[in-house]
């Protein structure tokens, strides 16, 4: 059974940083490609980070260039997204997610709350 579980999320003051985990069983992590999307309530779920597990390219939405970091820890099975300069709109539900051709997965999602 895959599972994907996320951790990390939080109440952190904007220009406050953040780190999210993923941490992935069940599957060949290695063959994935890895990603981060998240959620506002009404609205639908977008994205925002991905990590290719052919060639290691990474691609962000353009709302998060130069402050979010997605990496991978292979040994650990685990993706990261490091979250710098938070800002308001930032807040979200973040969920992960694991694709490659024929299937894909997603976690249950990590609240991510900014205060002004």
């Known amino acids: 059974q895959v599972q994907l579980v996320e951790s990390g999320g939080g109440l952190v003051q904007a220009g406050g940083s953040l780190r999210l985990s993923c941490t992935a069983s069940?599957?060949?992590?290695?063959?994935?490609?890895m990603a981060w999307f998240r959620q506002a309530p009404g609205k639908e779920r977008e994205f925002v980070a991905s990590?290719?597990?052919?060639?290691?390219?990474?691609y962000y939405a353009d709302s998060v260039k130069g402050r979010f970091t997605i990496s991978r820890d292979i040994a650990k099975n685990t993706v990261y997204l490091q979250m710098n300069n938070l800002k308001l709109e930032d807040a979200d539900v973040y969920y992960c997610n694991a694709i490659r051709t024929y299937d894909e997965y997603w976690g249950q999602g990590t609240q991510v709350a900014v205060s002004s």
């Open positions: 990590h290719v597990h052919k060639d290691g390219n990474t």
């Open positions: 069940g599957l060949t992590f290695n063959q994935y490609t």
